[in-house]
């Protein structure tokens, strides 16, 4: 069975309190795709913020001292230094434009995820990723299966770097309904002998696929049709995805 | 448009010496799928190196006493680490099970790669990666194209763990005629401000949206077709990929 990867064109700029699932609905009605049993919505990071309101006013932040220390060390704005420690729990490195974190909701990522392009406001305003991704994903999901009766899941994504290798890749951030590990472990290989690989990233995977459908997340299509994908839908979160601190080596 | 990746089903065991071209277009034939311009072949690693006859028969390896060290630190067979430091240019991390190296390739990978699952033979036998990645994907593409006539990417696969993510995905080990990094510095948002996500890695996302439809690499269909890929096809190569030692905050 093949993996059909759609663009939703047609969701139109989001403002916060904008019903997300109608936006969707309208766009898949648009493209001419009926929702069936195993599809997924792939859905950028960046209108569920917005949807949500995860805007904030940069000068109406007010910098702790370890804030302004960071953004000394850094070169960034020290209110937006601020938001970068507010949604994290921990710094991991930190150099000239870059700070690298352990965001609030579990993942390693740049800058706590926080954006600055693509808002349409002044560089006064910054985009924070949503309160609970997982949530999101539901709720969205929650919708989208009222309206249609078809069993879906829900991926939220955002574009992550990497520590070793040039280039972001979406990574899922926010999951409902969608396998986010598939577990082979014990499995046999097609010789009867243990497989390698035991545990497949299967929501980052087809992040990483929705992603360059959309272009890039913060020009382009901020949804996607996914039809085909080849595992069996199930309840899932992003907390599958996130490695245990005692099993980081490279902390 | 739509993004497509369709399994090819109908690849035999490969064998060192077999003809990979001709096994894919075998194939796509059988699948009815005809090459045009602007599609990409994606090629698990392991059929790759199967047919470049990357076997290794493990008693035959002499350890040195740092490949013995490593080995009783790891719990690791000592002639299997021998050939891991063979396939690298250094060790970034050692704990019982687990190996992470710089490969000699160029990526930071654990094991180097080196794989017992899906050989079809006993557990004295491993296959390493391909000698060169890339020069294996430019002769698959050069026959691909001299056969069909279009103008083709050739991208060859192999899963990865992540440094702090469950699971393995699909990333990208040699890259002929596909962007490997697309790079979009410099380049305005939709509101005319500068992106935030600025290079993206195209050839790393395709791997993982490849390997979704692979299943399981290890067990799997090893070869997908691609129709649909966003970015014009152009030369590259794997090293687009790799960050410069300078710029790794995490070794």
Known sequence: VSLKLSPLTGIPDIQKGDGLAQAMLNALSLNRIGLQDGDILVVAQKIVSKAEGRLVYLP??????????????????????????DESREV?????????????????????????????????????LPEDPDASAAQL?????????????VLIVDSHGRAWRI????MAIGVSGVPAVVDKRGDPDRYGRELRVTQIGAADELAAAASLVMGQADEGIPAVHVRGFPYPLRESGLSELMRDRDADLFR
Chains 1, 2 share one sequence.
């Open 60 to 85: 109406a932040v007010v910098p702790t001292s370890q804030a302004a220390g960071l953004a000394k060390e850094t070169g960034k704005d020290p209110q937006l230094v601020q938001l970068i420690l």
């Open 92 to 128: 991991l490195r930190a150099r000239p434009g870059l700070i690298i974190v352990e965001h609030r909701l579990g993942f390693v990522c740049a800058n706590a995820g926080i954006d600055h392009s693509n808002i349409g406001l002044d560089e006064s305003w910054v985009l924070l």
């Open 141 to 153: 999901r929650t919708a989208l299966e009222a309206a249609s009766g078809a069993r879906l899941g």
């Open 167 to 170: 280039g972001a890749i979406g």
